[in-house]
């Protein structure tokens, strides 16, 4: 028997560079296992994903072919994924009211400095960037090891807010 693919959308205000981010991790299969269809969105979104963030995902070996900056309105639409998991990735989108997302998803908040707000060099950002990415990272491999299937929806719920504030 197939295992079931899980849907899981990440959040945040412009859709430009952490959701991005971990939307492409959760796809690369070394990542998320295979075991999810990552998607993004923003309440706001800027219309261009960050060039830092493309840069990234590229240096850990991710293609960035196909993303770009998105509503979360693509995601509440009839025809849209439903999704299991609805993950927020900084701190304005958290507080945000969000769409009512149809299958009742499993939330968590993830909360991830922004990258794109540091002020500096392309070193410095590049290194922001490159934090931002691996504390992502870290974060979904946590999140594909757990036993989904066999962990009630209270049960999975804190152990998803515990893997936000590592």
Excluded at 15 to 39: C, D, Q, T
Excluded at 60 to 88: C, L
Excluded at 112 to 118: F, K, L, N, S, T
Aim: charged share 20%; hydrophobic share 40%; proline share 5%.
């Amino acid at each position: 028997m197939d295992a079931k693919t899980y849907n899981v959308l990440f959040l945040c205000t412009g859709n430009s560079a952490r959701s991005i981010m971990a939307e492409a991790a959760i796809n690369h299969p070394l990542i998320g296992g295979g075991k999810f269809r990552g998607y993004s969105a923003g309440s706001q979104p800027t219309g261009a994903v960050n060039p830092f963030a493309l840069e990234t995902l590229k240096r850990h070996g991710i293609a960035v072919d196909g993303y770009r900056s998105k509503s979360w309105d693509e995601f509440g639409a009839a025809n849209a994924p439903q999704m299991d998991f609805v993950f927020t990735v900084c701190g304005s989108a958290a507080g945000e009211v969000c769409p009512v997302w149809p299958g009742q998803p499993v939330k968590a908040h993830w909360g991830i400095e922004d990258p794109a707000a540091v002020v500096g060099t392309d070193e410095e950002k590049r290194r922001a960037f490159n934090e931002a990415f691996l504390m992502l990272k870290r974060r979904i491999e946590l999140f594909a090891a757990l036993p989904i299937e066999k962990l009630e929806h209270l049960a999975l719920t804190n152990e998803l807010q515990r893997i936000g504030k590592s």
